[in-house]
């Protein structure tokens, strides 16, 4: 029981990392997203806190979001998906200046490619790190 606590806490713990890093490239490669915050350990924590907001607001509301609107997600053939993921981008970074970050999204259409460059970093990154694994499993 307890190494699966541990694993579950070490699986989540990767994944805000493999978030956070996901920001940090994303933040690089599309402009209109601005991680700021001067110095790099300052950057990184701001980083780090961006990515847990961002997993909290996407493990709260997509769910929510699709299964109010299975229907759009079925007419556009999943395509409202990329908007979806644009408008929580954009949630995150409101949430984020509640608390000051010096994170900025200027606009939808920054948050739209924003959105789909950090979902594919992620996805690479993911795939790259492997889960972490019980000894007797």
Same mark, same amino acid.
């Given at each position: /029981?307890?190494?699966?606590?541990? /694993?579950?806490? /070490?699986? &989540?713990?990767?994944?805000v990392?493999?978030? =956070? ?5 994303? =933040?690089l490669? #599309? @402009?209109?997203?601005? +991680? ?10 701001? +980083?780090?806190?961006?990515?847990v ?6 493990a709260? $509301?997509?769910?929510? *979001?699709k299964? +109010?609107?299975? #229907?759009?997600? *079925?007419?556009? $053939?999943?395509?409202? =998906? $990329? #908007?979806?993921? =644009?408008?929580?981008? $954009?949630?995150?970074?409101?949430i984020?200046?509640?608390?000051d ?13 924003g959105?789909? +460059? &950090?979902?594919?970093v992620?996805? #690479?990154?993911?795939?790259?790190? @492997?889960? @972490?694994?019980a000894?007797?499993?």
């Amino acid at each position: /029981m307890r190494a699966g606590v541990t /694993m579950g806490a /070490m699986g &989540m713990l990767i994944r805000v990392v493999i978030n =956070a890093i996901a920001l940090w490239i994303t =933040a690089l490669l #599309v @402009p209109g997203i601005d +991680v700021g915050g001067g110095n790099a350990g300052h950057t990184a924590l701001t +980083v780090l806190v961006v990515a847990v907001i961002f997993g909290v607001v996407n493990a709260i $509301l997509k769910p929510i *979001i699709k299964v +109010v609107g299975c #229907v759009f997600y *079925i007419l556009t $053939l999943g395509l409202i =998906a $990329l #908007v979806v993921n =644009a408008l929580l981008f $954009l949630l995150t970074d409101w949430i984020s200046q509640q608390f000051d970050l010096p994170f900025a999204i200027d606009g939808f259409w920054p948050a739209f490619w924003g959105a789909i +460059v &950090m979902a594919a970093v992620s996805w #690479v990154l993911s795939f790259l790190v @492997p889960e @972490p694994r019980a000894e007797n499993d």
